[in-house]
């Protein structure tokens, strides 16, 4: 019985050394692959989402400055080894030393004209496409070995993309709507592209879209009645890794529901 009892013992101790040695193997797995992804801050927190899209599972991204256009107090640069920006301006306006920091740094353009409405710029359906090639570029440049990874989710970030356009247009063609406010008129080209009639005024039958960051218990409304409160993607823990596409679908479903809530 004793004999039986220390073979038992034996046999449970050998298991459980041997899942200790497997969760041992496992966290240090874990930590050499982040130890390898690409280190990467974006100049603005849009770029950081579609370059964490692309990257995928090789990267590490965060955002030098957050949605409300304010320093980003959770980036640490000793941890970032490559920088994307827009283009050298985007830097100068944001008053950036990168030689300080020693970071390699990739523009994505070497001058881009919409620089003063960034924000507009990269939410434009026409434009969010070039975009995310350029950034596919830049990973394929500092990681050759992946290329075809990158392709792939470029590929697919553009097919998701485009669906999540097409289901804007069944939704919203023609929805009559006023954007309310400078962050709201950022909004223009991605409404525009999904059908929507927007309005140089508040009307009766519209549905106003106001920046929820800027706007609300800021500032007077213009907007009466039935007002859509647009939010930018949730940053939590300085995880930019956001699926652009089911953002953008969710912010049509939701626009759709508040206005079926209304008729």
Same mark, same amino acid.
């Given at each position: 019985?004793?004999?039986? %009892?220390?073979?038992? +013992?034996i046999?449970?101790?050998?298991?459980?050394?041997?899942? /200790?040695?497997?969760?041992?193997?496992?966290?240090?797995?874990?930590?050499?692959?982040?130890? &390898?992804?690409?280190?990467?801050?974006?100049?603005? $927190?849009?770029?950081?989402?579609?370059?964490?899209?692309?990257g995928?599972?090789?990267?590490?991204?965060t955002?030098?400055?957050?949605?409300?256009?304010? $320093? /980003?107090?959770?980036?640490?640069?000793?941890?970032? /080894?490559?920088?994307?920006? @827009?283009?050298?301006?985007?830097?100068?306006?944001?008053?950036?030393?990168?030689?300080?920091?020693?970071?390699? *740094?990739?523009?994505?353009?070497?001058?881009?004209?919409? +620089?003063?409405?960034?924000?507009?710029? @990269?939410?434009? $359906? #026409?434009?969010?496409?070039?975009?995310?090639?350029?950034?596919? *570029?830049? +990973?394929?440049t500092?990681?050759?070995?992946?290329? $075809?990874?990158? !392709?792939?989710? %470029?590929?697919?970030? !553009? *097919?998701?993309?485009?669906?999540s356009?097409?289901?804007?247009? !069944?939704?919203?063609?023609?929805?009559?709507?006023?954007?309310?406010?400078?962050?709201a008129? &950022?909004?223009?080209?991605?409404?525009?592209? #999904? =059908?929507?009639?927007? %309005?140089?005024?508040?009307?009766?039958?519209?549905?106003?879209?106001?920046?929820?960051?800027?706007?609300?218990?800021?500032?007077?409304?213009? #907007? !009466? =009645?039935?007002?859509?409160?647009f939010?930018?993607?949730?940053?939590?823990?300085? &995880?930019?890794?956001?699926?652009?596409?089911?953002?953008?679908?969710?912010?049509? @479903?939701?626009l759709?529901? +508040?206005?079926s809530?209304?008729?």
């Open positions: 019985m004793r004999l039986k %009892l220390k073979l038992i +013992l046999i449970i101790l050998i298991i459980n050394s041997a899942v /200790n040695i497997q969760a041992e193997a496992a966290a240090q797995a874990h930590l050499e692959d982040e130890n &390898n992804k690409i280190k990467i801050a974006a100049a603005d $927190p849009w770029l950081a989402v579609i370059t964490s899209f692309i995928g599972t090789n990267v590490y991204v955002s030098l400055y957050d949605f409300n256009a304010k $320093p /980003n107090k959770n980036v640490n640069l000793n941890n970032i /080894n490559k920088l994307i920006a @827009i283009d050298r301006d985007e830097l100068k306006n944001f008053k950036i030393n990168i030689n300080i920091a020693n970071i390699e *740094t990739w523009y994505l353009f070497k001058e881009f004209k919409e +620089l003063n409405n960034l924000e507009a710029a @990269i939410l434009d $359906p #026409s434009v969010t496409p070039f975009i995310a090639q350029k950034i596919m *570029t830049a +990973l394929a500092w990681d050759a070995a992946n290329y $075809p990874y990158y !392709q792939r989710r %470029l590929a697919e970030f !553009q *097919t998701r993309l485009s669906s356009i097409l289901a804007g247009k !069944q939704l919203l063609n023609g929805t009559k709507i006023y954007l309310d406010g400078e962050g008129l &950022n909004l223009y080209n991605l409404f525009k592209a #999904s =059908g929507c009639e927007i %309005l140089d005024k508040v009307t009766p039958d519209a549905l106003s879209i106001v920046d929820d960051s800027y706007s609300r218990g800021k500032r007077k409304l213009k #907007s !009466q =009645g039935n007002i859509f409160y939010k930018r993607p949730d940053i939590k823990e300085n &995880n930019y890794n956001i699926d652009y596409p089911a953002y953008l679908h969710d912010l049509y @479903i939701a759709w529901q +508040l206005i809530k209304s008729n």
